[in-house]
């Protein structure tokens, strides 16, 4: 395995604990290290509206059985699911407007997104104050609802 250098825009302390990362073999979407597109040059699906958005919708469904079947037997070990879920909502946000994942700051960047849900700001906000909690997941998965419905809304407007 070869380090890799993480992007400052990414070097959120939820998703990165080191400035560098060993790199698998075979990187996942769904998997540590999260934002494999933003962290090495190479194809950018953000760029790709229907191309990165079926990469997030195929890593999400694996992610989201895994943590129903975990949080229904109250088995506790989630923190690898639940920040790959995070991650993919973050790509799922940033992807559907067109950009690359900027974990750094995100705060004050998604408020510049015109495809988002209702009051997102705050929703991750929650989300990120105590990401291991079972209300956590459920709001993720309802974000993760809510912006396939806005970019299906807009890029129906976009067609008209």
Known sequence: MRSVDIP?????????????????????????????????????PWLKEDKGQAYIKQEWAKVQTVLEGKFRERNGDIKNEMRAAIALFFMKLFWSNGSPVQAVNWEHLIQRLAIKPVNVEERLGFVLRRPFAYHAYVQISELMTEQTKQLAKYQAMREK
Do not use: C, N, T
């Open 8 to 44: 400052s825009s990414l070097r959120h302390s939820f998703f990165f604990e080191e400035k560098a990362v060993d790199w698998p073999e075979q990187p996942q979407l769904g998997h540590p290290p999260f934002f494999i597109y933003e962290i090495m040059d190479g194809e950018q």
